[in-house]
């Protein structure tokens, strides 16, 4: 089976720019997180979805970052606009269960954002 | 400490050597999980130990959680090559609805 399928793998762009990273869960999952992970913060839970639905959006640093998930098999995360700062490798995960954190998580292989 | 914080944060073993790490945290929990990362890629789940479980087990992997103590350890036995990787604890915090991941320890394993 396919696992949690990301794209792009990499992104260079200049500030100012908008971003758009992408993922697709694994089939039949019905949670989806996103994280970034920096060297100085590790790995942050920025949202995450429960049947395409954002139960909880708190980790999202700013307004200029949104997520949004139209149907069970797609997510996106945009960044607008893109500041150096948000420069970070960005995951998306799955999983399914009666709970968010009580099963395994399915991680992607990630999105390496580098804003100049 | 912080919730979910690993010791050490790196460590270097010869193979066929044993590799135990620490994971400790401030809060209750529902669970915890350890995961593993190798480099450029993303976290593969190795094993999640609920907070009535004292050990479990998953072929090389032993995993203990000592909740009075708040801290957690992952041992891998016969370690391999192949182990060489991050190693991250993730606390789900009771009542907070909150999954929090530690900074990792690096291992590496010496041929």
């Known amino acids: 089976d396919a696992g949690v399928i990301q794209s792009p793998r990499h992104e260079v762009t200049e500030m100012g720019q908008e971003v758009t990273l992408r993922c697709k869960p694994i089939s039949g999952h019905d949670y989806l997180f996103w994280y970034r992970q920096t060297m100085m913060r590790g790995l942050e839970l920025l949202i995450y979805?429960?049947?395409?639905?954002?139960?909880?959006d708190s980790g999202m640093p700013e307004d200029r970052f949104s997520a949004k998930m139209p149907n069970a098999s797609f997510s996106t995360l945009k960044i607008q606009p893109s500041e150096p700062r948000d420069s970070a490798v960005y995951f998306c995960?799955?999983?399914?269960?009666?709970?968010?954190?009580?099963?395994?998580?399915?991680f992607g292989d990630g999105t390496r954002l580098s804003i100049l | 400490s912080q919730q979910g914080e690993e010791d050490p944060q790196a460590l270097s073993i010869q193979e066929g050597e044993n590799a135990t790490m620490n994971c400790s945290y401030k809060?209750?929990?529902?669970?915890l999980q350890w995961y593993r990362q190798n480099s450029g890629r993303g976290l593969v789940h190795l094993i999640l130990?609920?907070?009535?479980?004292r050990e479990k087990h998953s072929g090389r992997l032993r995993v203990t959680l000592d909740t009075s103590k708040k801290s957690s350890s992952l041992l891998i036995t016969a370690s391999r090559a192949a182990d060489t990787a991050s190693y991250f604890c993730a606390t789900d915090v009771r009542g907070d609805d909150k999954i929090i991941f530690g900074k990792g320890t690096r291992l590496h394993i010496l041929p």
């Open positions: 995960a799955s999983s399914k269960g009666w709970g968010p954190f009580n099963q395994p998580q399915h």
């Open positions: 130990i609920r907070s009535n479980e």
């Open positions: 979805f429960n049947n395409n639905v954002p139960i909880d």
């Open positions: 809060t209750s929990i529902n669970n």
